[in-house]
């Protein structure tokens, strides 16, 4: 796989190590470990939905935690009661853990496994102070503004 250097993206830039740790991570996380795979779509304006396969998993077994804007899914299967004898064994039952650097304001709604697929739904909540907002333009000069005011 080709593998890309940012240094030369960060020499003429300040204030800006939060985005070069988070492109590295990003590679480097994907060069290491494809497992499980995973889906993330935009299902509207603000709501999102991470799908991931983890067949064989139970409820039980995964945990979603939220940290930091930092989104950690890990699973980890029981250890079995009774020794098995496969022939091949094609389903992965590794413990996991994938981590989503979340953007601002981006919560976790909820979660819910349905046929070896977890789906993850997320939304953007844009605080009102932060929306943009129109300002009419009365056309009143500043005197007559602060007189209204009064």
Do not use: C, W
């Not at 003429?12 to 492109?23: A, E």
């Amino acid at each position: 796989m080709t593998t890309f250097d940012f240094s030369p993206l960060f020499r003429s830039t300040v204030g800006f190590d939060r985005m070069q740790r988070l492109l590295e991570s990003a590679q480097r996380a994907d060069e290491v470990n494809g497992y499980p795979p995973y889906n993330i779509e935009k299902l509207e304006e603000h709501a999102y939905r991470i799908t991931m396969a983890v067949a064989g998993f139970a409820e039980a077994d995964i945990d979603i935690e939220v940290k930091d804007g930092v989104m950690a899914v890990s699973g980890k299967q029981p250890e079995p009661s009774e020794e098995r004898s496969f022939l091949h064994r094609g389903i992965a039952g590794r413990a996991f853990r994938r981590s989503f650097q979340l953007a601002d304001h981006v919560k976790v709604q909820g979660a819910a496994l349905e046929n070896g697929l977890l789906h993850i739904e997320l939304a953007r909540e844009i605080p009102e102070a932060m929306k943009p907002r129109k300002i009419a333009i009365n056309g009143l000069a500043p005197e007559q503004i602060a007189a209204q005011a009064a």
